[in-house]
């Protein structure tokens, strides 16, 4: 097994190749969302129009709740900028504009006199979900109104139902800073997955892993001394995404360093057999490596890297949770920005599982192939 | 350039397993964020718990209730799952359920006798924009609460008027433009793949010293690359009308001369990025990021006009963008404003990139990388 364990390292070490897609995946989709999140203030601020054309103080209150109120991370729901109406309306025509709201004359004079004053949102309705956003946020301002909530207080005290809310983070991670924390976990998932299933195809390419096979090691000690070796492999893309992501967007981990080691490990113990059954069943280096960055990317996006799964139908999620990607993937952020033992034991006891499973069906598979070489 | 096509095709014929795969990531990429996002625009909606602490509840107490668990078309829809305090406070530690909503006792008699009263809202805060999707549905909820109840206190209200008259679905948007994604994919990787094939077999130098021009294998390498990018396309626009019933505006002979240009420019790409890196394991996430990169940027994910004018601006100078502004136009409301501009800047792009990348790719090819580096060291 230690014999099996020196070669892999040795040939990891002679050709880090296998480093690529490792460092190039998630610092791609690091790049990707920091050019998105930071052009637009944090994510949070949506671009709108606002058009005022009453010059009560009731429009003015309604405009000021609009312009500064703010999200978890303190940045305004809106970007706004004022405009006049055939101004807002030409840009929001033209495509340059995606929405405007419009505070009509007599706004202030219906309030004052009793009466229901309506503020209207022209949207560009591109897709359900852009209007999703634009309307929660109206509405928002809406009911902060109703509420009696104007700005700069947003006092809710006086208002027939307020809302109290309480968050289960101290500081809520901005979009930004989430995607970073996942990069880390996505360089390891990708480099676990991708050097496994070309260091087998490239094995099947030459032939040495027949004559691996047919040696009188024990099969057990085949997959475990591979599987040890991967694991030193694929640590080692941290040893650059790590620290590059954590100092260039400023964000380290809260929770304990011990637990977030183990989930790293369960995820490799996890991904490794996986990797080997790729290459074992793929056989060609390149198509290989396809099929583990597609794995990589599919399992990533399912798993809740880009979005956690709570939001996924269950009947959904029955599915995304039969991927260990989703299981790391619920425990790394979890772990990463909070200092927490709570809801671990599932996800981790899934990996080990997954392992065992997986390391049983390699097995049966070098068997079948000894039988037929 | 004829051969070199017809023997790349060929190579593509004989490998269906790699074929399979160019087909497979952007459908995969597209059911991946369907089902991802699907529970925030179908299906029973996002599991909330809701924790009624009233003890007498009444027609207020009833009617957040019905609010909570109604209908709604702005999504997320809320799945109200009754349960009591100490359960809805452990599932929530255990990270099992993302949002709870507390009705305190006294809500019924405060709302009767006009006192104020607060609900309590406990969030997941995972990252901005799941906090986000889980406090607006409340918010809305709470706000319609107020307009049926509190005529008097609801003295504001608002109307919504959309552009067009039907709104897409985003899943069904998302298709749409990760098709564009696919052609630059394929693209990109085909070509680049036609490189790296002839690196890895050692035939790159029996090639370049056949009869043959350079200039026009490598054309020919570029064209197979155009045709492999489109396979994927007609999987994802009938996948997403099976999925949601929507087939895109626009017409199919915009669509193919767009995409042609953009298959071609991302073929020459894929054709440099494989002289460079002359191995598989950078030229497959090569394609596929710098792929989801432009997909992203281009308008993909979200139209650019949510991100205000900056990016926009900065956005405008990237020639693929050009593409996925008309396509995504066209896709949607059927319009061709940005045609003629797009097209040009795009056919631009391309025959430069059809002219210069052979000869770079050819340069790049005569060089024995390894050995600069090596005489780099040495001279060290």
Known sequence: MAAIVKKDLKQAKRDPKFLGPSLIIPLVFLLVYTIMWTSVGGGESFACGLVVEDISPEANNMAD???????????????????????????????????????????????????????????????????????HRFEAAVLLFNQGAVYPDFDQSSAPIAMEESLRLTATPSNLKYMAAVAIILSLIACSLASQAMLTATEFETGALQDTLNSPTPRLALVLGRTIAAIPRSLSSLLIVAPVICISMN????????????????????????GELIGMKIRNREQALLAAVLLTVVGFILGGGMAPIGLSPFSIRIIMLI?????????????????????????????????IVMSILVMRLMKKEVELS | MKASFTKELRVWRRNPQKLVLVILLPLMFFVGFSMLMGGVYFGSGVETAVVLNEQNPGVYTDGLLEILGENDPIPPKLDPLMMDAETADRLFHNGEILLVITIPDGFEDAIANNESVSIQVQVANIHEDLTKNLRMPVIRKLDIFYQTYFLNDSLVDFEMVGLRPFTPPRLAYMAWTISVYS?????????????????????????ILSNQPPHAIYIGKMFSGVVISFTAVPFLFLLSYVLFGVWPNGDILTFLSLTFLLALFSSGIGLIAGAVFRNSV?????????AIFYWIVAGGIAPLGLLGATFDVVNEYLPVSNVYRTLIRMF?????????????????????????????????????????????????
Request: a negative charge; zero cysteines.
């Open chain 2, 183 to 207: 052609v630059m994919f394929g693209a990109i990787f085909a070509a680049g793949s036609a490189m790296t094939q002839e690196f890895e077999q050692e035939t790159m130098d029996e090639i």
């Open chain 2, 282 to 290: 950078f030229v497959v996430p090569i394609a596929a990021l710098g």
């Open chain 1, 323 to 355: 991927l260990p990607t989703t299981h790391s993937l619920a425990l790394w952020p979890r772990v990463f920005f909070l200092d927490t033992m709570l809801g671990l034991t599932n996800s981790a006891l899934y990996l080990l599982g997954t392992w």
């Open chain 1, 65 to 135: 709740i609009l312009e500064n109120m703010v999200s978890t991370t303190n940045h305004t729901w809106f970007s706004i900028e004022r405009y006049d109406l055939e101004t807002a309306d030409e840009l929001y025509r033209n495509g340059d504009l995606i929405a405007y709201i419009l505070i009509p004359d007599g706004f202030g004079e219906n309030i004052s006199s009793g009466q229901n004053a309506t503020a209207v949102m022209f949207i560009n309705n591109v897709n359900d979900d852009v209007v999703k956003n634009y309307v």
């Open chain 1, 251 to 274: 964000v380290f981990p809260v929770g304990n360093l011990l637990i977030l080691f183990g989930i790293l490990l369960l995820t490799i113990l996890a991904l490794v057999p996986i």
């Open chain 2, 332 to 380: 949607v409301e059927g319009t061709y404003t940005s045609l003629t501009l797009d097209l040009t800047v795009i056919g631009l792009f391309a025959v430069f990139i059809m002219i210069i990348s052979p000869m770079i790719a050819n340069r790049i090819s005569q060089l024995n990388l390894g050995q600069i580096l090596e005489d780099a060291k040495n001279r060290r």
